[in-house]
């Protein structure tokens, strides 16, 4: 298909053409093979099948129509669980218990008494005596000095 055909090919067929770029069009067709211009001829035939097509410009719905189809949607909509959030019930119900724990909050604040120090005393903790010193151990002695290291282990106090 030529090049200048295919420029002017969407406007010859919306009819939309001024009559020099129509002429160059037709002389651009005339030139052009038979295969091209039998395309062209059906582009035509379904260009005016789709303008018959159309509906008239005047042609508009029943008033209210549009409210009455938004109505018959809303009815068979089924209900979920976060529409209760939407609702301008659930916003004032949150916003009074809210208040009502912010209430009995300070009211538990101010009501409580202050620590006292009887509460508060931390008992003193006593060390244990201390623990009989180690005895020396002779490095002659073997076996004295396995039953001083079994005694310390057995009386070891924590």
Same mark, same amino acid.
């Given at each position: 298909m030529d090049r200048r055909i295919e420029e002017l090919l969407e406007d010859h067929l919306r009819g939309?053409? $001024?009559? &020099?770029?129509? %002429? @160059?069009? $037709?002389? &651009?067709?005339? %030139? @052009?093979? $038979?295969?091209?211009?039998?395309?062209?001829? $059906?582009?035509?035939?379904?260009?005016q099948l789709l303008r018959s097509l159309r509906a008239p410009d005047d042609a508009a719905p029943a008033p209210g129509f549009y409210a009455r189809v938004l109505n018959r949607i809303e009815e068979q909509r089924v209900p979920s669980v976060w529409d209760s959030f939407v609702e301008p019930h659930f916003f004032k119900r949150l916003a009074f218990a809210a208040l009502t724990l912010l209430m009995l909050l300070s009211v538990t604040v101010w009501t409580t008494p202050e620590p006292n120090e009887t509460y508060a005393a931390v008992p003193v903790v006593e060390m244990a005596s201390e623990p009989e010193p180690i005895h020396t151990m002779d490095a002659s002695n073997r076996e004295s000095n396995r039953d001083?290291?079994?005694?310390?282990?057995?009386?070891?106090?924590?």
């Open positions: 939309s053409l $001024a009559p &020099a770029r129509e %002429a @160059a069009f $037709a002389d &651009a067709l005339a %030139a @052009a093979d $038979a295969e091209t211009r039998r395309m062209i001829q $059906a582009f035509e035939q379904h260009a001083v290291i079994l005694v310390n282990l057995a009386t070891y106090q924590e």
